[in-house]
């Protein structure tokens, strides 16, 4: 489990210890975060409802590509869109809605056209370098493989295209739906099947297995 710790920590809260001070901190404190696998600037900043690019601001030393547990982050002021439960749980959730009559699918708040919908099997993968055919951490085009990264049969799925995935569950993916561009191949992709690329050890990505999702294929 996450600890969330307070920048300038007195004595005396430390005495209480770590529970009680987690319990003690305002939502709208500058916050420490102690990352835990899985962790993405991205989910982080859905989760605690925080301006991706602000909190990349306030962690510019830190690569997006490498956030492993224990690693420390802060946690800018946050904003108020979501609303708060008396018991400190944020309201807001995902959410995912399709007008198929129009083609127009939201998500995150965030409207997307799209052309088709497709239903594959997907698989996940790492940055371990026995999942990369001994390549290292980069996707076909030689980028560093991140999080929308997703591997694809190119006679299926044409490089360079973008697609919403849905229908996944993974503690290492964004709820609901996530923006994913097809930048990699795999030689055991063939057909209807994509590997999404996930941060974190490859026995954390493995949880994943094989599922059934529904990618809408962006304009």
């Known amino acids: 489990m996450f600890k969330l710790i307070k920048k300038s920590t007195t004595v ?30 991205y ?4 989760k ?17 590509y ?6 420390k982050l802060t946690l800018p002021t946050e904003s108020s869109k979501n ?6 749980n944020k309201v807001m959730a995902a ?13 995150w708040g965030k409207t997307f056209d799209y052309s088709k919908t497709m239903n594959v099997k997907a698989t996940a993968y790492s940055s371990d370098s026995a999942e990369n055919g001994g390549y290292g951490a980069v996707d076909y085009y030689g980028n560093p493989l991140k999080l929308g990264t997703i591997a694809v049969d190119p006679k299926v799925i044409p490089l360079g295209t973008k697609v919403l995935v849905t229908g996944h569950s993974h503690d ?8 994913a561009t097809a930048t990699d191949i795999g030689g055991a992709i063939k057909g209807n099947k994509i590997d999404i690329f996930i941060p974190g050890s490859k026995s954390f990505v493995s ?6 999702i529904k990618l809408y294929v962006l304009k």
């Open 12 to 41: 005396a809260a430390a005495l209480l210890g770590v529970t009680l001070m987690v319990q003690s901190i305002p939502v709208h404190a500058e916050q420490v975060y102690v990352a835990k696998e899985g962790d993405t600037f």
């Open 43 to 46: 989910k982080l900043s859905q």
């Open 48 to 64: 605690y409802d925080i301006n991706l690019e602000k909190l990349m601001n306030a962690n510019k030393e830190i690569s997006p």
């Open 66 to 71: 490498n956030i492993y547990e224990g690693l």
């Open 83 to 88: 609303t708060v439960s008396a018991a400190g």
């Open 95 to 107: 959410s995912l809605n399709v007008d198929s009559s129009n083609k127009v699918v939201e998500a």
């Open 172 to 179: 290492g993916l964004p709820d609901k739906a996530f923006v």
């Open 207 to 212: 949880k994943f297995g094989i599922q059934d």
